[in-house]
């Protein structure tokens, strides 16, 4: 079956600090992959996403991602962490087995905290 | 301009009460679903449609029926709510044809059953 893990509960950083959010996958075939946040009381919002080409993907916010198929990888990055990036992160990939259409599986979520 | 919005934001209610959450996104897709995330933030989809045809239905208890009168409107009416219906019910959006596959959600619905 196909699945996300979000190994961190939560990550805490400093603000300025580079920080990471990890993910890893289990999906059969090529994966499809995405992050999103979700700040309080809101709804998630699309951060980036793999679908082939470079492994290294940027994205919204000064986010980018590293896929690194060999360790089935697909964690979040930012070179420095603001206080306002404190939020919610979801990792999800596509499930290519919902007959072509376009079915998400997210993990369970990782909160970021970042501090002054 | 909100791309992908649903009514109401919050939602109380009592047990054995049915309820209907609406949604409608303005961002021209063909492609809607509903997810439900539960206290924990787990986030699950219940279902999709694809130009008002149901394509995605997991297992969802039939008390859940989604109905969309267009590509445009994905509503989600639930009988006899019980308590543990209780969470946020967001709904999003995306276009299936030309395979960008990233999906926009809705600002949510906190549904909460006494």
């Known amino acids: 079956a196909q699945s996300v893990a979000q190994p961190e509960d939560q990550v805490n950083v400093a603000e300025g600090n580079p920080l990471t959010v990890k993910c890893t996958y289990s999906?059969?075939?090529?994966?499809?992959l995405f992050w999103y946040v979700q700040y309080p009381n809101r709804g998630l919002q699309f951060l980036l996403k793999?679908?082939?080409?470079?492994?290294l993907v940027k994205g919204s916010y000064g986010f980018e991602a590293e896929f690194n198929k060999s360790q089935t990888s697909f964690h979040l990055k930012k070179p420095s962490a603001l206080v306002s990036d404190s939020a919610l992160y979801f990792c999800?990939?596509?499930?290519?087995?919902?007959?072509?259409?376009?079915?998400?599986?997210f993990g369970a979520g990782t909160r970021l905290a970042v501090h002054p | 301009d909100t791309a992908v919005s649903q009514t109401p934001k919050y939602l109380v209610t009592q047990m054995g009460n049915d309820k209907s959450i609406k949604c409608e996104q303005n961002?021209?897709?063909?492609?809607m679903y509903w997810y439900k995330q539960d206290s924990k933030k787990f986030l699950k989809i219940m279902f999709s449609?694809?130009?008002?045809?149901?394509?995605i239905n997991e297992t969802v208890p039939n008390r859940f029926s989604p109905k969309s009168p267009d590509k445009a409107h994905l509503n989600l009416h639930i009988n006899s709510l019980e308590l543990g219906d209780s969470a946020v019910y967001f709904c999003?959006?995306?276009?299936?044809?030309?395979?960008?596959?990233?999906?926009?959600f809705g600002p949510g619905t906190r549904l909460t059953v006494t």
């Open positions: 793999y679908i082939t080409g470079d492994n």
């Open positions: 449609y694809n130009n008002k045809e149901l394509i």
């Open positions: 961002l021209g897709h063909d492609t």
């Open positions: 999003a959006s995306s276009q299936a044809s030309g395979k960008t596959y990233e999906q926009y």
């Open positions: 999800a990939v596509r499930d290519p087995g919902a007959g072509g259409y376009n079915k998400l599986i």
């Open positions: 999906v059969s075939g090529n994966p499809y």
